[in-house]
T-cell receptor, first 118, second 112 residues
C-alpha cells in the first residue's frame, strides 16, 4: 500500500484565496483525521471522520474551515477565505477503528501539506 | 486547552547515552498513550504505545513509562543513536472516543 497520500505537498497562496487540501487514506481504513501542526501548538486535531461521517469537528478553528469525506477513499479540507495565520503544515491520518477494543488504533500519517498564505 | 503537554521543546544528548522525553496530561479519561516520531518533511510515524493498565512497555531500545497518579509518561531511548534525531510527539486518547490529542513535540538531537 502507498500509505496515506496528500496533495499538494506545498501550497503558496494569497490572503483571501480559497485553498483545498486533499487526502487519500489507506485502503480499508475507516477513520480519517485532519491535523494542523504549528510551532506554537504542535499537532492539533481539526476534525475526524468515522465511516465517512464527521464525528468531532470541535477542533476546526473557524467557519472558514470545512472538511468533507464523500467516500471512503477521499477527503478534502477547505479554507475559504485563507488568512496568513492559517500558514502551517496540515496532516491527514487514517486508521482502522475496531469497535470495542481497549485501545485507540494506531494512526498512519500522510507526508503533510505545507501551506503558506501571504 | 492543551490537554497533553511536552514542556521541553528540545533535548540534546550524546550518542550512546540515554534520552528521556517527558509528557504530562490533564484529562483523567485518557487511557491509551502513544509516542510518534517525526523526521523533517515527513508525517509522524508510530513508535510505541502503552495502555493505562500497564506502567511500562518496552520495545528494543525504546521504553515508555506511565505514572497514572502523576498523569505523566516518559519515553526512554537507550542507547541513543544519531538516527534517533527527530521530533517526538506524545499522544493520548480516551478509548470511548476515537480522537487523539498530541503534545507540541520535543526535538531530540543525538550528537555523534
Amino acid at each position: 500500500d502507498a500509505g496515506v497520500i496528500q496533495s499538494p505537498r506545498h501550497e503558496v497562496t494569497e490572503m483571501g484565496q480559497e485553498v483545498t487540501l486533499r487526502c487519500k487514506p489507506i485502503s480499508g481504513h475507516n477513520s480519517l483525521f485532519w491535523y494542523r501542526q504549528t510551532m506554537m501548538r504542535g499537532l492539533e486535531l481539526l476534525i475526524y471522520f468515522n465511516n465517512n461521517v464527521p464525528i468531532d469537528d470541535s477542533g476546526m478553528p473557524e467557519d472558514r474551515f470545512s472538511a468533507k469525506m464523500p467516500n471512503a477513499s477521499f477527503s478534502t479540507l477547505k479554507i475559504q477565505p485563507s488568512e496568513p495565520r492559517d500558514s502551517a503544515v496540515y496532516f491527514c491520518a487514517s486508521s482502522l477503528n475496531r469497535a470495542y477494543t481497549f485501545k485507540a488504533d494506531t494512526q498512519y500519517f500522510g507526508p503533510g501539506t505545507r501551506l503558506t498564505v501571504l | 486547552d492543551q490537554q497533553v503537554k511536552q514542556n521541553s521543546p528540545s533535548l540534546s544528548v550524546q550518542e550512546g547515552r540515554i534520552s528521556i522525553l517527558n509528557c504530562d496530561y490533564t484529562n483523567s479519561m485518557f487511557d491509551y498513550f502513544l509516542w510518534y516520531k517525526k523526521y523533517p518533511a515527513e508525517g509522524p510515524t508510530f513508535l510505541i504505545s502503552i495502555s493505562s493498565i500497564k506502567d511500562k512497555n518496552e520495545d528494543g531500545r525504546f521504553t515508555v513509562f506511565l505514572n497514572k497518579s502523576a498523569k505523566h509518561l516518559s519515553l526512554h531511548i537507550v542507547p541513543s543513536q544519531p538516527g534517533d534525531s527527530a521530533v517526538y510527539f506524545c499522544a493520548a486518547s480516551d478509548s470511548n472516543n476515537n480522537d487523539m490529542r498530541f503534545g507540541a513535540g520535543t526535538r531530540l538531537t543525538v550528537k555523534p
